[in-house]
Each structure stands twice: as C-alpha cells, then as structure tokens.
C-alpha cells in the first residue's frame, strides 16, 4: 500500500465512509497536514477507524485549522479487534504515557489504570492518554483505537471482572504462596495487571490469590521497572495468542 499520513477519523456522529464523499478533519490533523507537512490539495492521505476500516482519501482544501478530504477507496476493510486488557498502576507523567503508547503497539483493547495502595499517583488526564493512544494507533497501522478507563481502585476491578477470562499477574518478589507459573495460552479479552513500582502490598497479595480468575506470573529474575513490565508481560501475552492461534488451526 502506498505510504501516507494516517489519520485517525472518529465515526461517532458520523455517516460511514463511502467512495466520493467529502469529510472535514478534525483542526489538529487541520495544522499537521498543511503546517507540520506542508502537503498542498491533491496530496493523499489513509482516513481509519474500527467501524469503516482504512480509505484513501484526497487533499481537497488545507488551511491552517481546516481541511476537507475526498475519499477515493477502501484499502482496507474492518477486522475484529483482538487482544488483551491492561490494568496498570498509574505512574509519573513520562511512564504513563509510555505503557499508553506501547500497549498500544502491542495490541491492547482497552486500559485501566488501577490505584494500588502504593501507586505513586492518582491523577490520570484520561483525555491525553486517549490522544497518545490515537497517536500510537496511526503509526503502527491499527484499525481501532483503545479504550481509556476511568481510574478505579483494585477491589472495584476485581469486583467486576468478567467470568471466564483470566487475569495475569505479574508477580515482582513472589513468595511460596503465589504460585507464579509462566503465561501459556491466552484468550482474546484476558488481562493483564500490573503494579506499581514497588509492588502490590501483602494485602492486596491475599486479594488476588482469593480470585479464581487470577494466575500469577513471572517476567523473569530481574526486577523490572512497571513500565517495562508492562510491555515485556504483554510481549509474552502475544505469544500466547500465536500459539493460541496455531492450535486453532490445525
């Protein structure tokens, strides 16, 4: 497929893409594409979404905060999003926005930040999370664009945790009762939960080793820091979905 800016269009509110129809863009993609790009009318751009899938569409008017496209045709068409849920101990600004931004790459559908007894912050910009992961989702090509959950405490999630999907997590300092085993198989819509640094509290242990739905698991013998804990338990989690895949198909 052709190389082109890839920009997020937001179908709420809005008809479905069809071939020859004219979208305005949002004032943000207004300023990047004549501004940042400096691309004139006739340039092309990829519109996406979950619901309509990704069209090819045409410069048709650019000024400084207004744009209009027309759409030329679909290149691709809408696929089910598959992958799992992070809940994640909100941290400082910088690593917050770097579990948004690679859970994203890595195909997360939707993110809870979770408060744990030593999360180092409870403050959460839901609305600068939702622009990361919309960032994220135009550079690595995904169709859909993930959920932003509102902040809640971890017995509020737990207590809602939908019946037949497990909950991985990753465990730092387990101790003889955990059971920490390794993730294997993994379902489309399972979690996985990750702690503050620091780790969870000896209560918060006994919380989820008296859920059914847990399993407790390794990243390794390292300490790892939460952000990169994050992504090395959703790289093992995607694994788990190749091999749950492959056993699909045979």
């Given at each position: 497929?052709?190389?082109?800016?890839?920009?997020?269009?937001d179908?709420?509110?809005?008809?479905?893409?069809?071939?020859?129809?004219?979208?305005?863009l949002?004032?943000?993609q207004?300023?990047?594409?004549?501004?940042?790009?400096?691309?004139?009318?006739?340039?092309?751009?990829?519109?996406?979404?979950?619901?309509?899938?990704?069209w090819?569409?045409?410069?048709?008017?650019?000024?400084?905060?207004?744009?209009?496209v027309?759409?030329?045709?679909?290149?691709?068409?809408?696929?089910?999003?598959?992958?799992?849920?992070?809940?994640?101990?909100?941290?400082?600004?910088?690593?917050?926005?770097m579990?948004v931004?690679?859970?994203?790459?890595?195909?997360?559908?939707?993110?809870?930040?979770?408060?744990?007894?030593?999360?180092?912050?409870?403050?959460?910009?839901?609305?600068?999370?939702?622009?990361?992961?919309?960032?994220?989702?135009?550079?690595c090509?995904?169709?859909?664009?993930?959920?932003?959950?509102?902040?809640?405490?971890?017995?509020?999630?737990?207590?809602v945790?939908?019946?037949?999907?497990?909950?991985?997590?990753?465990?730092?300092?387990?101790?003889?009762?955990?059971?920490?085993g390794?993730?294997?198989?993994?379902?489309?819509?399972?979690g996985?939960?990750?702690?503050?640094?620091?780790?969870?509290?000896?209560?918060?242990?006994?919380?989820?080793?008296?859920?059914?739905?847990?399993?407790?698991?390794?990243?390794?013998?390292?300490?790892?820091?939460?952000?990169t804990?994050?992504?090395?338990?959703l790289?093992?989690?995607?694994?788990g979905?190749?091999?749950?895949?492959?056993?699909?198909?045979?």
């Amino acid at each position: 497929m052709k190389d082109c800016p890839r920009l997020f269009a937001d179908p709420a509110g809005r008809p479905p893409m069809e071939a020859d129809a004219v979208r305005d863009l949002e004032p943000g993609q207004a300023h990047y594409l004549g501004t940042v790009m400096r691309m004139a009318p006739g340039a092309e751009v990829a519109l996406f979404n979950a619901q309509d899938g990704e069209w090819l569409a045409s410069l048709v008017a650019v000024r400084r905060d207004r744009a209009q496209v027309r759409l030329l045709h679909r290149r691709r068409a809408p696929e089910p999003a598959c992958g799992p849920v992070l809940l994640f101990a909100p941290l400082k600004r910088d690593a917050t926005d770097m579990v948004v931004r690679m859970g994203t790459e890595l195909g997360v559908t939707r993110f809870l930040p979770v408060l744990t007894e030593r999360t180092n912050t409870h403050r959460v910009n839901v609305a600068r999370l939702e622009a990361i992961a919309i960032e994220a989702a135009e550079q690595c090509e995904r169709l859909d664009v993930p959920a932003i959950g509102e902040p809640a405490r971890l017995p509020e999630h737990l207590a809602v945790w939908p019946a037949g999907r497990t909950l991985f997590v990753a465990a730092e300092r387990s101790g003889p009762d955990d059971g920490v085993g390794e993730i294997d198989i993994v379902a489309d819509g399972d979690g996985l939960l990750v702690g503050p640094e620091g780790g969870f509290s000896d209560a918060e242990r006994r919380m989820l080793r008296a859920r059914p739905f847990i399993r407790m698991i390794t990243l390794g013998k390292l300490i790892l820091r939460a952000d990169t804990a994050a992504a090395c338990g959703l790289s093992l989690m995607g694994a788990g979905f190749r091999r749950a895949s492959g056993a699909d198909s045979r």
